[in-house]
């Protein structure tokens, strides 16, 4: 099946940084979301983006829905130890079935 | 807040075995899934259910079949195990037929050997 190009792949960061992720497709979706996958624990919605060119936030994330309505991006700002984890983006499809990233594992260095 | 249990946190199976792993939703969505993580491939669509008693292929049904008798419990059943079926797995419901928001389990780890 199809499946969106996530990028990096991982990212080892200090606590403090900024960090931004992407991801791109070669087919347009209406709806980008993002998930965020604590250790031991299922994905869980983010940031949803309904309109090409929409910025949306949610504390010290933003995310962007591309204006060619194939990418979106993530930048999570002045990172945490417990922003670890994997973060997915998903394109919503015709069908209504999620088609998703492989992850950006997120890491922090100690 | 919904919850989605599933029943094993850490499933160990041999080749060939009849496996079943169940899920349960406590907030009455009509809508629910099963999906296999694996690293570097994301999460990637089994089955899927909208109602009791209806199913439909995701992505990768091969090797898998699923039942749901009742609206709360979702069950994917490995018929023979193989040794290519060891992942992640991980249930899920949403409320909305357009299922951008999706509540998901906490995973089964199994490992087939």
């Known amino acids: 099946g199809q499946q969106l190009n996530q990028s990096p792949q991982s990212m080892f960061i200090q606590e403090g940084e900024d960090v931004s992720m992407n991801c791109t497709s070669s087919s347009i979706f209406n709806t980008w979301l993002w998930y965020k996958q604590d250790p031991g624990e299922g994905p869980v919605l983010l940031i949803a983006l309904y309109k090409a060119g929409e910025l949306t936030s949610n504390g010290r994330l933003t995310a962007q829905f591309g204006i060619t309505r194939k990418d979106s991006f993530l930048n999570i700002s002045a990172s945490i130890p417990s922003d670890v984890g994997i973060y997915f983006c998903?394109?919503?499809?015709?069908?209504?079935?999620?088609?998703w990233g492989a992850g950006t594992k997120l890491i922090i260095k100690p | 807040d919904v919850k989605v249990t599933q029943s094993s946190r850490y499933l160990v199976k041999r080749t060939g075995e009849k496996v079943f792993l169940e899920c349960v939703q406590d907030?009455?969505?009509?809508?629910m899934f099963w999906y296999r993580q694996d690293p570097g491939l994301g999460l990637r669509l089994i089955y899927f259910s909208y109602d009791v008693k209806m199913k439909e292929k995701g992505d990768i049904p091969e090797g898998y079949s699923v039942s749901r008798e009742k609206k709360e419990r979702f069950s994917l059943i490995l018929e023979s195990a193989s040794t290519n079926q060891t992942s992640m797995y991980l249930c899920a419901s949403s409320l909305s037929r357009t299922n951008e928001k999706l509540f998901f389990g906490s995973g089964t780890q199994l490992s087939v050997l």
């Open positions: 907030m009455d969505h009509e809508n």
């Open positions: 998903a394109g919503l499809g015709s069908n209504y079935q999620l088609i």
